[in-house]
């Protein structure tokens, strides 16, 4: 399958400093790439949807200005937690996806970055 | 009604045993319908995909789809302690743009 890289894969911080957290789609291109929360022992938790070349679309809830994402190009998408606090520490999840036929639609996860916020 | 549903588990089975997951989904017009497992503390990994009625087998794996009744299960054979994660049901919506729905997950744990 489709390999999806994350960088870093942990990192910790000093509360109200700001950490960017780098998506790669290593071996195809990433029409759409999506950003998850998940906090322990609960699901999944969409945050954010990136089309390249285009401004985010946030789920409910979820503070764009707190939470920057920037999908530059077709293999490459940023996410930025402003001034984090402790309540951000999470494991932060991307994907993405090649296309929306139903041999591109398939949706491939890199491997997380867990983020503790001091 | 949620979109993708899956009993929260967890659901315990021997080893060696057949382990039967389910979901249902109120998109009567998904097309895609993926299975994910996830171990504690790693990502999703894709397992198995399906598109059609009927079932797929990929070594223990298979998966079985029923669009009528909007219903797709995936069946664990001969199943291994490696086998214990959470089991994420997960549906695409139609356009690139739309994101896929995930369904909230089932925890199997296999007892030796």
């Known amino acids: 399958g489709?390999?999806?890289s994350q960088h870093p894969s942990r990192v910790i911080c000093k509360s109200g400093t700001s950490v960017k957290i780098e998506c790669r789609s290593l071996d195809f291109q990433a029409t759409t790439m999506f950003w998850y929360r998940q906090f322990p022992k609960q699901s999944l938790m969409l945050m954010a949807t990136s089309n390249e070349g285009s401004k985010a679309t946030y789920e409910q809830g979820v503070e764009k200005d707190k939470f920057l994402i920037n999908h530059a190009s077709l293999t490459l998408s940023t996410l930025t937690v402003t001034s984090a606090h402790p309540e951000d520490s999470s494991f932060y999840i991307c994907s993405a996806r090649e296309g929306f036929t139903e041999a591109t639609d398939t949706q491939y996860f890199g491997p997380g970055t867990r983020l503790t916020v001091l | 009604q949620k979109e993708v549903e899956q009993n929260s588990g967890p659901l315990s089975v021997p080893e060696g045993a057949i382990a039967?997951?389910?979901?249902?989904?109120s998109d009567r017009g998904s097309q895609s319908f993926f299975w994910y497992r996830q171990y504690s503390?790693?990502?999703?990994?894709l397992i198995m995909s399906i598109y059609s009625n009927g079932d797929k087998e990929d070594g223990r794996f298979t998966a079985q789809l029923n669009k009528a009744s909007q219903y797709v299960s995936l069946l664990i054979r001969d199943s291994?302690?490696?086998?214990?994660?959470?089991y994420l049901c997960a549906v695409p919506g139609y356009s690139s743009a739309s994101k896929i729905i995930f369904g909230s997950g089932t925890r199997l744990s296999i007892r030796p």
């Open chain 1, 2 to 4: 489709a390999v999806v």
């Open chain 2, 20 to 25: 039967s997951l389910n979901c249902t989904y």
């Open chain 2, 41 to 45: 503390g790693k990502s999703p990994e």
């Open chain 2, 80 to 86: 291994q302690p490696s086998d214990s994660a959470t």
